[in-house]
């Protein structure tokens, strides 16, 4: 998980004086990770659905097969979670913190800079810049 404290701001809201950028060491693994099948032989709808959110999700993509094992197990553990007659709170929470280590949330995503930006914002983006040139050329 990245760093604790308030999420932070956006990239383009932040403004930086003091750089403090350390490298990162990457390695380069060959061939792309696919989810695997859920495993559960009749899961909850929540869960199903929540699964497969995260499969269709953008940070999806940085997944290796040991995170897919970790989603398989919250998921299993949700099931339980939300099939049980006393529901409890600390099993919540730790539900909620493995959630938060496989980046479901904006928040934990922006924890470790990782911020998505849907193709829907970017036709937003042109339509307006026509507009632009539209009243550019009306003068």
Do not use: C
């Amino acid at each position: 998980m990245g760093t604790r404290g308030p999420v932070p701001k956006r990239s383009e809201q932040r403004i930086r004086r003091n750089r403090t950028d350390l490298p990162t060491e990457s390695v380069t693994e060959l061939g792309a990770v696919s989810a695997p099948d859920l495993g559960l032989d009749d899961p909850h709808p929540l869960v199903a659905d929540w699964y497969r959110a995260l499969t269709e999700s953008a940070q999806a993509r940085y997944f290796e097969p040991s995170d897919w094992q970790t989603a398989r197990f919250v998921a299993h553990t949700m099931d339980r979670y939300v099939r049980s007659s006393k529901p409890s709170s600390q099993m919540f929470a730790a539900l909620m913190s493995a959630m938060s280590d496989l980046l479901v949330t904006e928040g934990a995503r922006r924890r470790v800079r990782i911020e998505i930006e849907r193709g829907q914002a970017q036709e937003k983006a042109s339509v307006s810049a026509i507009e632009d040139y539209k009243k550019l050329l009306s003068g």
